[in-house]
């Protein structure tokens, strides 16, 4: 498959307004010299069914952009940094997925798909063509992720259970605009959650759900050096429902 499509600056990115990221105290601005990204999508996917509920697929991508945005991040002498948007001349994304489905035992099914991608980007530059950034690697692009699903499903006790897992790979989240200060990356994730529930046959329903087990540690940190930008946990999260359809 082939297709263009067209990707316009957000009003957040665009708009001349100055705010604070409460988080960590950065100015953000918009950028009103942004202009639209033209993205050229080629695709590629082979799709095998060896029995009923089962698959084997490979899927190929690749992107071509001219003047992608990325976030770029700047020293100002007395008021700390600030968070804004440039246009790069141009970047690709490419990469490889795997896919994978498999029921097994009769009431299991195990499922898994792994991509690896590769990314691009030019230098960023300023309307007088000096670099505005270091960045390589296309920003908000993993090079590797993986997800995992162990699925119980036996309707005459009306109980299904999922296991899921999945990480995501460092991704490129700022490039900075000062040759002194490193990009900002953050750190690959690890996440494991799992949900069961019971259905009655007078329409009761029961779910219980137990969500982000890992609580891994949400961190951003400077390229090449020990040093973090910003760090976070947001914590384990249980649910039980009861629900009733009539």
């Known amino acids: 498959g082939y297709g263009r499509t067209l990707a316009r600056p957000t009003f957040y990115e665009y708009a001349p307004v100055r705010t604070v990221d409460q988080a960590t105290g950065d100015e953000i601005r918009g950028n009103q010299d942004l202009t639209d990204t033209v993205i050229d999508n080629f695709d590629f996917r082979y799709e095998y069914y060896p029995n009923p509920g089962e698959l084997i697929s490979l899927s190929l991508f690749h992107k071509e952009m001219t003047d992608p945005i990325v976030t770029i991040v700047q020293n100002t002498s007395g008021s700390g940094t600030f ?23 009769d009431y299991f099914t195990i499922a898994s798909n792994a991509t690896y991608i590769r990314s691009e980007i030019e230098g960023v530059f300023d309307d007088q063509g000096r670099s505005l950034g270091s960045g390589t690697v296309f920003e908000g692009q993993p090079e590797y992720i993986f997800n995992a699903r162990l699925s119980f499903d036996y309707p005459d006790w009306g109980i299904s259970a999922d296991l899921n897992y999945n990480y995501v790979d460092d991704i490129l989240t700022n490039v900075s605009a000062d040759p002194r200060v490193s ?64």
Not at 83 to 105: A, C, M, T
Not at 211 to 239: A, I, M, P
Request: hydrophobic share 30%; no cysteine; aromatic share 18%.
């Open 83 to 105: 968070r804004s948007w440039q246009n790069s001349p141009s970047g690709f994304i490419q990469g490889v997925e795997l896919e994978y489905r498999k029921r097994f035992l």
């Open 183 to 246: 990009n900002i990356f953050q750190r690959g994730i690890h996440g494991l959650d799992f949900i069961i529930s019971k259905q009655w046959e007078n329409g009761w329903k029961a779910k219980f759900s137990a969500k982000n087990l890992l609580d891994s540690k949400q961190e951003q940190y400077y390229e090449g050096e020990d040093l973090v930008y910003d760090g976070y946990q947001t914590g384990r999260t249980f649910s039980l429902s009861l629900s009733y359809d009539y």
